[in-house]
């Protein structure tokens, strides 16, 4: 069985530098997308834990982009910085509810994953993580999109 290419931009750090936020929010966007196609890839051939990741990292790089359309730089912040600015987006309307709330399940579904004691992670908890970040994909890209065509 053959696996997915790993494109070499997908987890390289995005440059800083020569390019502006709408460039750098274009690039999350492709990565999110990428991620979303791996998940679903690694889900249908038996690689649960991976699909969950790839999950996980579609939700990152969408809220990557949303704090970089707030002039937010994303690069300069830990997790837990990310996570209490996405909080602010969300208590200031700039994040949906549902979006909200499935960067937040995958972000505990991650973890679950990560220190599952088996390489088998539940079925249930894969579905999950791929239907959550297909959740914040429909509800961030349109909005993201529309900052990199303005």
Sequence with gaps: MALVAHSPWMDAPLPKEDIGNSTRIALLLRR????????????????GRA????AYYVAFNLVEALLLSQNIDPSELRHRQIFKAIESCHENGD?????FEAYRKLGGARRKADRAE??????ELVADAIAWAGVILDNLTPKLRGVTQA
């Excluded at 699909?51 to 790839?54: E, G, L, N, W, Y």
């Excluded at 088996?118 to 079925?123: F, G, H, N, R, Y």
Aim: charged share 30%.
């Design 51 to 54: 699909a969950v990741s790839r």
């Design 95 to 99: 994040l949906d509810s549902a979006s």
């Design 32 to 47: 999110a997308d990428e991620d979303y196609e791996c998940a679903l890839f690694m889900l249908d051939n038996g690689y």
């Design 118 to 123: 088996t390489e088998d992670v539940a079925p």
